[in-house]
Structures are given as C-alpha cells and as structure tokens.
C-alpha cells in the first residue's frame, strides 16, 4: 500500500471543521496560501485537545486557520496569542477571527517573530510553528523560554516535502541553507537535555517535542 493512498484514505474520512474553517481552506487552495495539510490539521486538534492548554502561541498565523482550529478544541479559558509578518495575511487573519467571533481570545501580533519572541512575557503550555523553516533553530531557544514545565512544541512541516531526506547536494542551491538548519533543528530537538520529542510522518512531517519537568530532566541526564 503506498503512501499516497494510505493519506487519500485519512483524509475522505474527514468530516470538516465547521463552515467557516472549512471555507478559509478553500479558498486557501484555491489562492495557493499555504496552510496545514488536511491530516495535520487533525493531528493539531487532536493533540490542543489533549494537552487542554490554557495558553498557546503560534508563530506564523496566515490567514488564521489553524489558530481557528485549534480554538474549536481549548479550553474555554483558553488564549492564543500568534505571530504574522506579512500584511496581506494580516488583514485576512483579522477578518476570520472577527467572523469567528474569537477577537477577544485570539491576539495577532504584527512583525518579526525573532523581535517579538524577544518581547514576549510569561509562559505557554502549547507552541505551534509554522512559519519560516529556516528560523527554526535560531528561535528555538527563544521558544524554550516561553515553554513552561511540560509544555509542548508543535513543529510543522519538518520534511520539508521530502526533501530533508536528501543529501545536501540533491538539493537545489537555494534550499541547502534552509535544508541544513531543518537538519540541525531536527538533530537540536532530539538531543536537546531539555526535551523528549518524537518526529512523527503525518503530512509535511511533525516534530512533538515535550518539555521535561526539572526533575525528569535530572533523571535523563543522570542515565
């Protein structure tokens, strides 16, 4: 059974995500905007309903749709704060999210994410990545002090659609940089003392990184 019908099944089993959602993925298509695929759509909500975080935080909003998503499944006290550069997105994440009527529980912060992860104050239980893959692994160690004890991170499109798989030189020259710092964050993430994390093989490839308690990360680093 290959691959291509093993995610052509998953995904005639969906049943949507609501009107609005469902409509912002079509027209996503359908204007070529880049959002999450349909079966990590449903690996995202499944795991914010899980973890039931009070606090999540997203970087890359887009148009707004898988902060829409993951609304439908958090807690009612639940926030999320998200991150978009770029304008055009800007004004359509806006507009989905008063068309939600999630104003109130959804902040959009507008600009670099390397500045405004820098200004950012107090903890999440629940970070979601899904912007600019090469700024992975310089954010990372922004993103790991804003990630309270057991936190989870949420890394999307770690594959890079295959091409991580590749050797440096199969790459086309203007991905290599972007193809060596996925590497180097994959490799961070699965070495890193203060986390457990799983690279996981639903859509573009997810990374499910857990921040250890202080005193799991003592008994991992004394075994």
């Known amino acids: 059974m290959t691959e291509e019908r093993i995610v052509d099944y998953i995904r005639s089993l969906e049943r949507g995500h609501g009107e609005l959602c469902d409509r912002i993925a079509r027209e996503a298509r359908e204007n070529q905007i880049p959002i999450i695929r349909p079966e990590t759509a449903a690996f995202l909500k499944t795991m914010v309903a899980i973890v039931r975080p009070r606090r999540i935080l997203e970087v890359g909003t887009a148009v707004g749709y898988s902060a829409l998503l993951m609304a439908q499944v958090m807690p009612e006290n639940g926030k999320i704060t998200t991150i978009e550069n770029y304008a055009p997105r800007i004004v359509r994440a806006r507009e989905h999210f008063c068309q939600a009527s999630m104003e109130g529980r959804i902040t959009l912060l507008e600009g670099d994410a390397g500045t405004l992860l820098k200004e950012l104050s107090g903890q999440y239980d629940f970070i979601f990545m899904d912007a600019a893959k090469g700024q992975y692994l310089p954010w990372l160690p922004l993103l790991l002090e804003r990630m309270e004890e057991g936190a989870v991170l949420f890394s999307d499109n770690v594959f890079q659609d295959g091409d991580i798989l ?46 250890h308690t202080k005193e799991s990360a003592d008994s991992h680093e004394g075994s």
């Open 166 to 211: 590749e050797s440096r030189f199969a790459v086309r020259r203007r991905d290599r940089t972007i193809h060596a710092r996925m590497r180097e964050y994959l490799y961070e993430l699965k070495h890193h003392e203060l986390l457990e994390t799983s690279i996981i093989p639903v859509g573009d490839g997810v990374a499910l990184s857990v921040k």
